[in-house]
């Protein structure tokens, strides 16, 4: 799904998309009871849910959610805080030696913000963050957003436009743009 695609609800398309939410959900609530130190049971869930092996380099402290898991692309030397959310339907890439801290949420779907159209359609677009991009706890990156390489995410800051390389964006995005 990209952001000038929109995906109608009660399709096949968004019967096959609920139904892996289904599913990496059954495996996200298995993974985030096993022992911490249960690395060949992590290992194998987090295989099953990106449809991959995880890379070598990569940690992840669990708590960790997923709706889809399988457009979920992490480099090696990525490292994911506690509790953190991937709605990953749309894509999310995370480069090389990035950092994100607890509580950051990425979120590649949504829906129209008419409200004739808002409960019939999903609309959605990749995220992409690039190489060395610190992100902090709490932060919200919205969908079609790409973070440039060593930028910095202030904790809580809602990321909605793409951030350039080697900058530091914080603080609250919400403004009023119309109204109807």
């Not at 929109?6 to 399709?11: G, Q, W």
């Not at 398309?13 to 249960?38: G, I, Q």
């Not at 997923?66 to 030397?77: I, K, P, S, Y």
Request: hydrophobic share 40%; glycine share 8%.
């Amino acid at each position: 799904m990209s952001s000038d695609r929109l995906m109608r609800i009660r399709s096949p398309e968004f019967k096959a998309m609920s139904e892996r939410v289904l599913r990496a959900t059954e495996l996200t609530s298995r993974l985030n009871v096993l022992p911490f130190d249960d690395e060949a049971g992590k290992a194998e869930l987090f295989e099953q849910l990106l449809g991959r092996p995880l890379p070598e380099r990569v940690t992840i402290y669990p708590p960790f959610y997923t709706d889809h898991g399988l457009n979920l692309d992490l480099a090696e030397r990525v490292f994911i805080n506690q509790n953190c959310t991937f709605l990953d339907y749309a894509g999310i890439r995370i480069g090389e030696r990035t950092m994100i801290g607890p509580k950051a949420t990425f979120i590649t779907v949504g829906h129209p913000v008419d409200p004739e159209e808002r409960r019939g359609w999903l609309s959605g677009a990749p995220i992409t963050v690039e190489e060395n991009v610190w992100i902090g706890a709490g932060a919200t990156i919205l969908p079609g957003v790409r973070i440039g390489r060593d930028a910095v995410i202030a904790a809580g800051a809602v990321v909605a436009d793409d951030v350039p390389p080697a900058s530091l964006v914080t603080g609250p995005k919400a403004t009023v743009h119309r109204q109807w």
